[in-house]
DNA sequence: TTTGGCATGTAATCCGTTACATGATTAG
DNA sequence: CTAATCATGTAACGGATTACATGCCAAA
């Protein structure tokens, strides 16, 4: 038998929002909580029959004109089940950051070249800052006045100020490197 | 047979550091890339076998008056696949953020509830903030001519401005909680 | 008619963790 | 003598990714 895994409840949590079927819930996780989570799509359907199985939810099969789908409902089980979790401690997962382990060896490498890496880091969190920011404009617009709405705030923020720590982190390297590769020529 | 994975440099870059054996490893990876990279035990012996398999690394056996231990040292073909795995592009890992994933379903908890996990993360930042700055000295200290310093005080600048951000995230978060809370009583 | 999006699943594989298992040496 | 640390490994399990597999419907 199988332990939870926070798997489960970031399914049972978008449930928890309203019932949806395997296909909207692969989409939810990489639109609504993307930024901060990722769930496999062979995960999904798996974790839906189990989570039937032991009743949190309950599937529905719908077949009214449309092509078939199998929406799923949470249950006050599976409410109870997510409360409770919600409650626990957040187990941080093991660190594992191949950029910086890469830094770390990287006197192995030209200096240009372990500037490069930077370079790509800073464009990518550039990307990251501006859709944190048209996620905050969507927020705003869809769900104003949705008593969720400050919660996805706190989560957004968090990616927010970690994004300006990145960039900050990638123009204080680049400095570094640059005067690594230029030695100072006045005395 | 197995692809290549950052565990295998992550050791590798170690041994390039100078040979060590499976054990003095094990505390190399917790106690030098602690902060930002882990290696489960079970993982590192048998990776040792496969590199040597692989000729990237030699073992020499030791039996010189201590008890027998097996010394790997890094083959100058070793050195190459480290250097071209330094150069390529890093790979993002999933994102997957726990404690993130609690916030945003964090309606369905108590606002004190949700304050309280940050609390802890709080605590949680405080502590590594002290050990990223006493790493830095100790950096200074053990290592104040090493011509890898100036990579490891990048790699740690990393770490040490994620957690000044994270700290100042849970501030806050702690205020707004704090106001949902006590709703304004002025007008 | 064909492409793309909606829709649901299974299978193989791999990576990683945890637990198990054993024993020598040294310092107190 | 005994606890801590040095030292080396194996086995079982579980979780996650990727690839495989299928097919409907609507719009261009």
Request: glycine share 14%.
């Given at each position: 038998m199988r332990l939870e895994t926070a798997t489960d409840y970031a399914i049972l949590g978008l449930l928890s929002d309203g019932a949806r079927s395997g296909y909207e819930l692969r989409v939810a996780v990489s639109e609504e909580l993307g930024y901060f989570w990722a769930e496999s799509f062979g995960q999904i359907y798996p974790t839906l029959r189990r989570l039937a199985r032991e009743k949190l939810v309950v599937r529905n099969s719908e077949?009214?004109?449309?092509r078939p789908r199998n929406v799923y409902t949470i249950t006050a089980a599976g409410r109870e089940r997510l409360a409770e979790w919600l409650r626990r401690q957040p187990q941080p997962r093991v660190p594992r950051n191949e950029l910086l382990l890469k830094m770390y060896f990287a006197?192995?490498?030209?200096p240009a070249e372990a500037a490069a890496h930077i370079q790509r880091y800073r464009q990518q969190q550039e990307v990251a800052r501006a859709k944190h920011e048209s996620l905050e404009q969507q927020f705003y617009e869809e769900?104003?006045?949705?008593?969720?709405l400050m919660y996805w705030l706190i989560a957004l923020r968090y990616a927010q100020l970690e994004a300006e720590a990145h960039l900050r982190w990638a123009e204080e390297a680049a400095q570094i490197l640059t005067e690594l590769q230029e030695p100072a020529q006045a005395n």
């Open positions: 077949r009214t004109g449309r006197r192995q490498l030209e769900h104003g006045k949705d008593p969720d």
